[in-house]
């Protein structure tokens, strides 16, 4: 499909959506609407590709969201006048282009490689000039009827809201996908009007006039009528969230990895699962993730733009958000690992465990309770319950290193800038605020005094006599 052109239709406003954000940028698996058929198209290697986005200040919110789509030509249609009229818009960015333009909506995510290319395959066959994208349902619902001749060429498109009765019960609907030779395309817009309820330019209106000109034309049936579904509200953003999340579940299960109750649990596009990993119930792996071989993924676990080495296990209900997780490491239950964090390899860091900003060395420990934030942990150190890291001043954040082999004590507090070299005990409850060297103990605990007879027992009977 090297040879095709592609025109993304997103400059629809969503009203039905009740939101002030464009439509396209809502998202599936925490993924715009528009970057499902972006990937698509990326990936059967489209020679160029035009997306129509709106004159206003919306428009301008969606091209910036995909900045980084270097590749992408964005046109603008001015005023909202129907789709006829996008297309129209995007075809002033293809002078002297000609061939074919695949036409796509970019609030339709379900839509695969595959069935875009066994549509592209059947258009060349054919030797069509105008391919329309279909599928059978018992209930057409507001999609545009597909009206066919005895060979089953379509004559014509009736939009919903101007069909008859009749053309009502055809049961085979438009997907609003398309492709077309791009002469017949210009030619069809220049006689487009916008005699029809909606008073709008109907993209659809191209394949009478292709039937005029006695183009050929075609029509491609979905095998999986879902492909086609588009977003007009909430509603249809869950469900097709949902479909997603288990067609994407599905591929992993093909593909070596255990996803225990795949229903619940949420896969986005861009993740990579080594082979014998296991996921469990609830989980959320996002963006930019990969795991790796053999991994347990446990309950209820999120982990977004990181990765996770071989033979890792989260344990339940962790959040694990831009860090790395070394080889055979243990996170969780309840754990936060906050962005930069690198988490080497055997490490364990336990159930109420918060790291932000830190690097931690082969085999350390903070196996509970313990806040580590903008600092460098030794390999083989041991961070007792309690720790913190006192890095932020209200002003500045400040950086603790601690070395090799140091075991914290209990319910102590580092305050940064601070260093402890290799081998350090600090003592259970100190403050440490100044540099410890190598092999040293630290400890700021005051003396402990006792005090007899005024223990509770004491306190009891002075009360009783009052």
């Given at each position: 499909m090297?040879?095709?052109?592609?025109?993304?239709?997103?400059?629809?406003?969503?009203?039905?959506?009740?939101?002030n954000?464009?439509k396209?940028?809502h998202?599936?698996?925490?993924?715009p609407?528009?970057?499902?058929p972006?990937?698509?198209?990326t990936?059967?290697?489209?020679?160029?590709?035009?997306?129509?986005?709106?004159?206003?200040?919306?428009?301008?919110?969606v091209k910036?969201a995909?900045?980084?789509?270097?590749?992408?030509?964005?046109?603008?249609?001015?005023?909202?006048r129907?789709?006829?009229?996008?297309?129209?818009?995007?075809?002033n960015?293809?002078?002297?282009v000609?061939?074919?333009?695949?036409?796509l909506?970019?609030?339709?995510?379900?839509?695969?490689?595959?069935?875009?290319?066994?549509?592209?395959?059947?258009?060349r066959q054919l030797?069509?000039?105008?391919?329309?994208?279909?599928?059978?349902?018992?209930?057409?619902?507001?999609?545009g009827?597909?009206?066919?001749?005895?060979?089953d060429?379509p004559?014509?498109?009736?939009?919903?809201?101007?069909?008859?009765?009749?053309?009502?019960e055809v049961k085979?609907?438009?997907?609003g996908?398309?492709?077309?030779?791009?002469?017949?395309?210009?030619?069809?817009?220049?006689?487009?009007d916008?005699?029809?309820a909606?008073?709008?330019?109907?993209?659809?209106?191209m394949?009478?006039?292709?039937?005029?000109?006695?183009?050929?034309?075609?029509?491609?049936?979905?095998?999986?009528?879902?492909?086609?579904?588009g977003?007009?509200?909430?509603?249809?953003?869950?469900?097709?969230?949902?479909i997603?999340?288990?067609?994407?579940?599905?591929?992993?299960?093909?593909?070596?990895?255990?996803?225990h109750?795949?229903?619940?649990?949420?896969?986005?596009?861009?993740v990579?699962?080594?082979?014998?990993?296991?996921?469990a119930?609830?989980?959320?792996?996002?963006?930019?993730t990969?795991?790796?071989?053999?991994?347990?993924?446990?309950?209820?676990?999120?982990?977004?733009n990181?990765?996770?080495?071989?033979r890792?296990?989260?344990?339940?209900?962790?959040?694990?958000?831009?860090?790395?997780?070394?080889?055979?490491s243990?996170?969780?239950?309840?754990?936060?690992?906050?962005p930069?964090s690198?988490?080497?390899?055997?490490?364990?860091i336990?159930?109420?465990?918060?790291?932000?900003?830190?690097?931690?060395?082969?085999?350390?420990?903070?196996?509970?309770?313990a806040?580590?934030?903008d600092?460098?942990?030794?390999?083989?150190?041991?961070?007792?319950?309690g720790?913190?890291?006192c890095?932020?001043?209200?002003?500045?954040?400040?950086k603790?290193?601690?070395?090799?082999r140091?075991?914290?004590?209990?319910?102590?507090?580092?305050?940064?800038?601070?260093?402890?070299?290799?081998?350090?005990?600090v003592?259970?409850?100190?403050?440490?605020?100044?540099?410890?060297?190598?092999?040293?103990?630290?400890?700021?605990?005051?003396?402990?005094?006792?005090?007899?007879?005024?223990?509770m027992a004491?306190r009891?009977?002075?009360?009783?006599?009052?």
């Amino acid at each position: 499909m090297h040879d095709l052109t592609a025109i993304v239709l997103a400059a629809g406003r969503g009203t039905r959506m009740q939101s002030n954000l464009p439509k396209v940028l809502h998202e599936i698996l925490e993924e715009p609407l528009l970057s499902y058929p972006l990937r698509v198209l990326t990936g059967l290697g489209i020679k160029k590709t035009l997306v129509v986005i709106s004159g206003d200040a919306d428009g301008d919110r969606v091209k910036a969201a995909f900045a980084e789509s270097t590749q992408t030509i964005w046109a603008r249609q001015l005023v909202p006048r129907g789709t006829a009229d996008a297309v129209a818009a995007a075809l002033n960015d293809l002078q002297g282009v000609s061939g074919d333009v695949l036409i796509l909506c970019g609030d339709v995510p379900l839509l695969t490689a595959a069935t875009l290319t066994g549509f592209y395959e059947k258009h060349r066959q054919l030797n069509a000039k105008m391919s329309v994208m279909t599928a059978v349902l018992d209930d057409g619902s507001t999609y545009g009827r597909v009206l066919v001749d005895e060979s089953d060429a379509p004559l014509a498109i009736v939009e919903a809201k101007d069909a008859s009765l009749a053309q009502l019960e055809v049961k085979r609907i438009n997907s609003g996908t398309y492709i077309v030779d791009i002469d017949l395309l210009r030619r069809a817009l220049a006689e487009t009007d916008c005699n029809n309820a909606q008073g709008e330019y109907y993209l659809t209106d191209m394949v009478a006039f292709a039937r005029r000109e006695d183009a050929i034309t075609a029509i491609y049936d979905v095998r999986d009528s879902r492909e086609i579904l588009g977003v007009n509200s909430r509603k249809d953003l869950v469900s097709l969230e949902a479909i997603m999340a288990l067609r994407i579940a599905d591929f992993w299960l093909d593909n070596g990895v255990t996803v225990h109750a795949p229903e619940q649990v949420r896969i986005g596009p861009k993740v990579e699962i080594g082979q014998d990993s296991e996921i469990a119930p609830g989980v959320f792996l996002m963006g930019a993730t990969s795991i790796g071989s053999g991994c347990s993924i446990g309950a209820g676990v999120q982990i977004k733009n990181s990765t996770i080495f071989d033979r890792v296990e989260i344990k339940p209900y962790s959040v694990i958000e831009g860090a790395e997780i070394g080889m055979q490491s243990a996170i969780g239950p309840f754990a936060r690992i906050r962005p930069g964090s690198l988490i080497g390899a055997e490490v364990k860091i336990g159930n109420f465990v918060e790291t932000k900003k830190v690097r931690f060395g082969k085999g350390a420990k903070a196996s509970h309770l313990a806040y580590i934030g903008d600092a460098e942990v030794g390999a083989e150190s041991n961070l007792g319950a309690g720790t913190i890291t006192c890095n932020y001043d209200g002003f500045n954040k400040f950086k603790t290193v601690i070395g090799d082999r140091v075991f914290v004590g209990s319910d102590s507090q580092l305050v940064a800038p601070v260093k402890l070299g290799d081998d350090v005990l600090v003592g259970a409850g100190s403050t440490v605020t100044r540099d410890v060297p190598d092999n040293a103990i630290v400890t700021t605990r005051v003396r402990q005094k006792e005090f007899a007879g005024r223990g509770m027992a004491s306190r009891r009977r002075s009360a009783e006599e009052k």
